[in-house]
């Protein structure tokens, strides 16, 4: 069998070091690992619509945000198909097809559907088209045949709900749907980053996040503003390590080899964490660590990103191209879905019988 990825963001902003952790850099390893026939790498923006009908200005100037960081962090169109979803139509039938197989009240029990309803205050006013997004997330799974989805934790009920969908389907049609499975980072800390203010999450809104593309003195800011453990007043005092999110960063980004070329007097991240436990290690001091660990991760992609900026025609192609490529693949599917429910009717004569 193919060994195919999809996987894609919502363009409602420019893409933060928790997609990166989360998800960006193991799609990157999973690009390059070679064990992939093909890779789909999608722009959510019709997903982005469901919340955001009242600003589709600001979804369509965070289509190219998004490009550009993906193209920063690596993500290489030689290798990856980048596209945008609203130009793929079939993910639209397919999900209205899908609607069918699916309750509503197995939607309303969906763990990250609920959260997100709560976050946005819509209890009352749900949209029909935001309620019905993980079915359209099915689609677009399952329309490239994904065998591996490489996502955040925060999606895997979405998973969860994309294989019943494909196994009421092939269980009602006949074999046609492509079984997914769930990538999830390996490094825990890196499945679900907190905030720079210790908040469960980094969210735009919650304005916590330090972004793909921030200048080095921004993030500079940011990391020696960041929440620490509450209890760790002066340098003496023991500190927690467990849940605070200056260690949590370390243990998502921290390399080694980092602690050789900036902090040789610390053998590596158990010795730092010890002295911290113990008393007598300043937040000051991690926090200029993780500035320096963060930096040198940041500036490469920042480089990338700048220099993609000044092709942005380029980058316009690319989506172009892949956007086209990307339909192919859709239609295909989406034919054998129709024969496999019957619906084909101009494609022999069933109708006459
Ligand atoms: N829901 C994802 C997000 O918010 C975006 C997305 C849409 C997606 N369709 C997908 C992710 C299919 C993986 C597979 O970031």
Redesign the pocket.
């Known amino acids: 069998m193919k060994q195919i990825i999809?996987?894609?963001?919502?363009p409602t902003g420019r893409l933060h070091v928790g997609h990166y952790v989360g998800s960006l850099k193991e799609r990157v390893r999973l690009q390059n690992s070679g064990r992939y026939d093909e890779i789909y790498i999608?722009i959510?923006d019709a997903?982005a619509l469901t919340d955001n009908a009242e600003h589709p200005e600001k979804v369509r100037q965070n289509i190219m945000q998004v490009a550009l960081d993906y193209l920063a962090c690596g993500l290489d169109p030689a290798k990856s198909t980048l596209f945008i979803?609203s130009m793929v139509p079939q993910l639209t039938e397919l999900t209205f097809y899908y609607m069918n197989l699916v309750t509503v009240s197995r939607v309303q029990r969906n763990p990250t559907v609920k959260a997100e309803i709560a976050m946005r205050n819509f209890e009352a006013s749900i949209p029909v088209g935001f309620f019905c997004y993980p079915i359209?997330?099915a689609a677009?799974?399952t329309a490239f045949c994904a065998t591996a989805?490489p996502?955040g934790e925060d999606?895997m009920p979405?998973l969860e709900q994309c294989k019943e969908i494909v196994h009421k389907f092939n269980s009602v049609y006949g074999e046609t749907l492509t079984d997914p499975q769930i990538i999830l980072p390996q490094n825990a800390s890196c499945q679900r980053l907190p905030g720079i203010d210790g908040k469960a999450k980094m969210s735009k809104s919650l304005g916590n996040c330090i972004y793909l593309s921030d200048e080095p003195e921004e993030i500079r800011k940011k990391v020696m503003s960041m929440f620490t453990d509450p209890n760790h007043l002066r340098v003496e005092d023991p500190g927690t390590v467990e849940g605070n999110p200056v260690f949590i960063y370390l243990d998502a980004f921290c390399r080694p080899e980092y602690f050789e070329e900036f902090l040789p007097e610390y053998s590596g991240l158990e010795e730092l964490k010890d002295h911290y436990r113990r008393g007598g290690l300043g937040d000051v001091k991690v926090k200029k660590f993780l500035n320096r660990v963060i930096q040198a991760e940041l500036e490469p992609i920042r480089e990338r990103r700048k220099s993609w900026e000044q092709r942005l025609p380029e980058v316009y192609e690319i989506l172009r191209e892949g956007s086209a490529a990307a339909e192919k693949k859709a239609a295909k599917t989406l034919a054998r879905v129709r024969h496999a429910m019957r619906i084909d009717y101009f494609e022999n004569d069933n109708l006459l019988k």
């Open positions: 999809l996987t894609g963001d919502r999608m959510a997903q979803q359209s997330q677009d799974i989805v996502v999606q979405m």
